[in-house]
């Protein structure tokens, strides 16, 4: 079976920094893998070089089998991504964001799919609103409903819930689950160990551009019993 994505030997550096260094991961069709590391650990820029956005140094990346530089028009029709970063047009309402986004990928007639989309990511009430009136937290929803717009069988969420309310967070992963169980494929990078272990079947740790650990969630559980999350809160006084 060829996997969903194969990443091979990656390497990506700036400067004299070392982003990736020589990442090998293959993921199966249908898996839901959590990618798993401090900031810094090159989580995003694998998720960029998958993207096409960057291009690594060496190494390969497959989708499905499409070469990501080679055949990327392909590679990418098979792939949804969810950025970190909140990026919109400011001059379109959410519904016409929706519309445009599915005629990147040639898709004219999608608004019954987009109507799901919105309801599940109860965008329902602001699919006339325009983008710029939006929350952080309501901007964020659409940048998932864009990533699923037309329907790709990889889905990859780069922090998806970050700054996000506990409501949302639970919703967005109850429509996730339910993608994952007709048979997408998701990618999930996220600070939040809980989620991690909650929706995985198997996780990559990484840290410095290195995969230090695979396995299955339950095999990495069971060799970390006491693994937990510090948090260090610094109090500044105000003058």
């Not at 998958?50 to 070469?67: E, T």
């Not at 929706?98 to 109860?122: A, K, P, V």
């Not at 996220?190 to 840290?207: D, P, Q, S, V």
């Amino acid at each position: 079976m060829v996997p969903a994505v194969s990443i091979v030997d990656v390497v990506k550096r700036f400067g004299s920094l070392q982003a990736l260094a020589g990442v090998s991961l293959a993921i199966e069709p249908g898996e839901f893998f959590g990618l798993l590391g401090p900031n810094g650990a090159g989580k995003t820029t694998l998720i960029s070089s998958l993207a096409g956005l960057l291009r690594p140094d060496s190494g390969s990346i497959q989708v499905l089998g499409h070469d990501v530089i080679r055949d990327f028009r392909e590679a990418r029709r098979l792939l949804g991504v969810v950025p970190q970063e909140l990026v919109f047009d400011p001059f379109f309402n959410v519904r016409e964001t929706l519309r445009i986004q599915s005629g990147y990928f040639g898709i004219r007639t999608n608004d019954d799919w987009i109507d799901e989309i919105l309801h599940n990511l109860d965008l329902t009430s602001k699919a006339e609103v325009n983008m710029r009136r939006l929350s952080g937290g309501m901007k964020r929803r659409v940048l998932v409903a864009q990533a699923l717009v037309h329907k790709p069988p990889v889905i990859v969420l780069d922090e998806p819930t970050a700054g996000v309310d506990v409501e949302l967070r639970q919703g967005l992963w109850q429509f996730i689950r339910r993608l994952n169980g007709e048979g997408h494929t998701i990618i999930l990078t996220t600070h939040y160990l809980e989620e991690a272990e909650a929706l995985c079947n198997r996780i990559a740790l990484m840290k410095l551009g290195r995969v230090i650990a695979l396995d299955t969630t339950a095999n990495l559980m069971a060799a970390h019993p006491g693994a937990s999350l510090e948090a260090v809160f610094v109090r500044t006084l105000q003058q």
